[in-house]
């Protein structure tokens, strides 16, 4: 069965970069049409969408953070790693990978979830 | 950037039916699909409506969606509430580059 399961740090301090990993099982990143995304949510607060990477290696960012943000992806351990420069504490949030099986191009339905990793950013 | 517009909360009683509105503020809502989320507290989002009005295996029957090109939005309907339906609800679409959450609805059953 599809599992996904994210990893990293659970306190960073301001400043710092901020790395997180998604392992997942029961699918491929080199099928046509599944990606991989990362997905924010602070406490109290809507979902946000940070990044996606897709089968092919291509590469999509939030607009608002997309300087900040750099996604890849290992197929050898089936892991997508996820970094984001210059954490500040508004950036505290639960971090959820999700997969995503592409309806044609552009965007589709995040299928599976990780469990989600809470990353607080104080000093 | 586009934005999905939701109601912050909607509440209503057991056995009723309640729509839950997503309001695209450009392009055409029918231009991309548009997917519901359901969120229950402590725990991640599960689908219950794909690609605008399909239900994943397990979702009920009481779960439908549809799209409105004249306002330019997608509802959620929900018919026969039960309590466990209480959660947080999110509609997401995209564009050719982006893809956007709404800002999640709080639905109370009492």
């Known amino acids: 069965q599809v599992t996904l399961r994210e990893s990293g740090p659970a306190l960073v301090r301001p400043t710092q970069t901020l790395t997180l990993t998604c392992t997942f099982s029961g699918f491929s990143l080199t099928t046509s049409g599944v990606c991989v995304n990362w997905i924010r949510q602070p406490p109290g607060k809507a979902l946000e969408w940070l990044a996606r990477?897709?089968?092919?290696?291509?590469?999509y960012y939030s607009t608002s953070l997309k300087t900040r943000l750099t996604i890849s992806r290992d197929t050898s351990k089936n892991q997508v790693v996820l970094t984001m420069t210059n954490m500040d504490p508004v950036d505290t949030a639960t971090y959820y990978c999700a997969r995503m099986l592409l309806s044609g191009s552009y965007g589709g339905n995040f299928d599976y979830w990780g469990q989600g990793t809470l990353v607080t950013v104080s000093s | 950037n586009f934005m999905l517009t939701q109601p912050h909360s909607v509440s209503e009683s057991p056995g009723k039916t309640v729509t839950i509105s997503c309001t695209r503020s450009?392009?055409?809502?029918?231009?991309?699909?548009v997917q519901w989320y359901q969120q229950r507290p402590g725990s991640s989002p599960t689908t219950v409506i794909y690609?605008?009005?399909?239900?994943p295996s397990g979702v009920p029957d009481r779960f439908s969606g549809s799209i409105d090109s004249s306002s330019n939005s997608a509802s959620l309907i929900i018919s026969g509430l039960k309590t466990e339906d209480e959660a947080d609800y999110y509609c997401?679409?995209?564009?050719?580059?982006?893809?956007?959450f709404g800002g999640g609805t709080k639905l109370t059953v009492l």
């Open positions: 690609e605008g009005n399909q239900r």
């Open positions: 990477i897709d089968w092919d290696d291509d590469k």
């Open positions: 997401q679409s995209y564009d050719s580059t982006n893809q956007v």
């Open positions: 450009s392009a055409s809502i029918a231009s991309f699909y």
